[in-house]
């Protein structure tokens, strides 16, 4: 079984992939998989050119975990969302030293559901699970889905709703 965590930078998808690869699954970062695809540099938005459509036709799938912020566009047989909440993100992502116009894009992607929205578009949505981890910690994210990819708890997305960021805030 092949499961995409896939969510907005800083909403903690390495690090709760990290604790998943602690706790014996098989991890794959996609940023230590994207290199011979790289096409060149968007200087403006600061981020790499990627060739994604040639990327997802040669990525052989893993029994395990694929995680990155295209995840859900792989084959997977599950997909989490992973969420948090605007202010916060915009916090961790301070604290990565982002830029700000860097940061007011994550957080309106953020705001406007883009990574599930993308995700909905792709798969099946009783292979999707929405995880919002604002506040929580690495163990508790992993517990849920490892809980999820067990079956024993079911898909779910589509509770969340950060609009009121948006209007409070463009
Ligand atoms: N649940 C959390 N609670 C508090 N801080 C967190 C949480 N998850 C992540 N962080 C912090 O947010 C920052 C980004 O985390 P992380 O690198 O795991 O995010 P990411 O989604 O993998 O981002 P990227 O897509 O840029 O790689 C880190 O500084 C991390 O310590």
């Known amino acids: 079984m092949m ?3 896939t969510g907005t930078p800083g909403t903690g998808k390495s690090m709760i992939a990290d ?3 602690r706790r014996g699954h098989t991890v794959v970062h996609i940023t230590e998989t994207v290199g011979p695809y790289v096409t060149g540099e968007d200087e403006k938005r600061d981020v790499q050119i990627i060739d994604v459509d040639r990327w997802v036709a040669e990525f052989k799938p893993v029994d395990g975990f694929v995680e990155g912020h295209f995840a859900h566009l792989l084959p997977c047989d599950r997909v989490v969302v992973l969420r948090c909440r605007p202010d916060e993100l915009a916090a961790r992502l301070e604290q990565r030293k982002y830029r700000e116009a ?3 894009e994550n957080t309106e992607a953020e705001a406007l559901d883009s990574c599930l929205i993308e995700t909905i578009e792709e798969h099946d949505p009783s292979h999707i699970f929405e995880l919002d981890t604002t506040g929580r910690d690495a163990a508790y994210c992993a517990d849920r889905i490892e809980a999820f990819v067990r079956g024993e708890i079911p898909a779910d997305f589509g509770h969340i709703d ?9």
């Open 19 to 21: 604790e998943l690869a």
């Open 162 to 170: 950060w609009s009121s960021y948006l209007e409070a805030h463009l």
């Open 102 to 104: 860097k940061i007011r």
């Open 3 to 5: 499961c995409g965590i």
